[in-house]
T-cell receptor
Framework: GDSVTQMEGPVTLSEEACLTI???????????LFWYVQYPGEGLQLLLK?????DKGSNKGFEATYRKETTSFHLEKGSVQVSDSAVYFC??????????FGTGTSLTVIP | GAGVSQSPSNKVTEKGKDVELRCDPI?????LYWYRQSLGQGLEFLIY????????KSGLPSDRFSAERTGGSVSTLTIQRTQQEDSAVYLC??????????????FGPGTRLLVL
C-alpha cells in the first residue's frame, strides 16, 4: 500500500544552518505530495505541496521538489531560524480521500 | 474566521467505556477527515466525509470505531468499549471540497484521549 517514510528526528541545528529533512514514498500512480508543519502549541498546517513530477513547492523559504525517479520529496531550507522550530510531516495522497503521513521530524533551532 | 475546533481537548476514560469526540469544521467546508496520532507514530487516516456522499471508512481500525456527520457540518467520532491502545491524539481536518482532496486541509487542535 501507499506509505511515507521520513527522516527520524529529532534534528537540532544552529540558526542560519542549512536544513534537509528526507522524505521518500511508496505509491502507485502519481500521488500528490505535501509537507505539513506543527508549531509548538498549534495545529498542523500546510507548508507546501506539489501535485506532479518535477514540481517544486515553496513557502516561507522552504522548498521541496517532487522527484518521481527517486520517489522523494525532501524538505530544504538554506538558512533556518529559531522560529522554524516545529515538527514537520511529509504526506501523500493518491485519491484525495486517504492521506498517508510520515511519523514527523522534530526540528529545534538554537540561537 | 474561526478555524476547526474539537472538543474535548482532553479526555480520560476507563477501559470499556464509550467516548464521543466532536469536530466543528470551518464553515462551508464540505470535506472532513479524522486522523489518529499515536505516540511515536504518524497520522493514521480514519475516515473521510465529502458532502452528502457515502463516507470513506476504510481507515477505521475496528468496528468499535464509528463516525457520523450531521447536516454536513459537525462530526462525531465514537469509540465503543475503549481499549488502552486507543489512547492517542485524535485530529480532525476540513477542506473546502471544491477540487477534491488535493486541497489544503485545515487541522483542529486535536483531542488527547487517555484510556486507563
Amino acid at each position: 500500500g501507499d506509505s511515507v517514510t521520513q527522516m527520524e528526528g529529532p534534528v537540532t541545528l544552529s540558526e542560519e544552518a542549512c536544513l534537509t529533512i528526507n522524505c521518500t514514498y511508496t505509491a502507485t500512480g502519481y500521488p500528490s505530495l505535501f509537507w505539513y508543519v506543527q508549531y509548538p502549541g498549534e495545529g498542523l498546517q500546510l507548508l507546501l505541496k506539489a501535485t506532479k513530477a518535477d514540481d517544486k513547492g515553496s513557502n516561507k523559504g522552504f522548498e521541496a521538489t517532487y522527484r518521481k525517479e527517486t520517489t522523494s520529496f525532501h524538505l530544504e531550507k538554506g538558512s533556518v531560524q529559531v522560529s522554524d522550530s516545529a515538527v514537520y510531516f511529509c504526506a501523500l495522497t493518491n485519491t484525495g480521500n486517504q492521506f498517508y503521513f510520515g511519523t514527523g521530524t522534530s526540528l529545534t533551532v538554537i540561537p | 474566521g474561526a478555524g476547526v475546533s474539537q472538543s474535548p481537548s482532553n479526555k480520560v476514560t476507563e477501559k470499556g467505556k464509550d467516548v464521543e469526540l466532536r469536530c466543528d469544521p470551518i464553515s462551508g467546508h464540505t470535506a472532513l477527515y479524522w486522523y489518529r496520532q499515536s505516540l511515536g507514530q504518524g497520522l493514521e487516516f480514519l475516515i473521510y466525509f465529502q458532502g452528502n456522499s457515502a463516507p470513506d471508512k476504510s481507515g477505521l481500525p475496528s468496528d468499535r470505531f464509528s463516525a457520523e456527520r450531521t447536516g454536513g457540518s459537525v462530526s462525531t467520532l465514537t469509540i465503543q468499549r475503549t481499549q488502552q491502545e486507543d489512547s492517542a491524539v485524535y485530529l480532525c481536518a476540513s477542506s473546502p471540497g471544491r477540487t477534491g482532496g488535493w486541497e489544503t486541509q485545515y487541522f483542529g487542535p486535536g483531542t488527547r484521549l487517555l484510556v486507563l
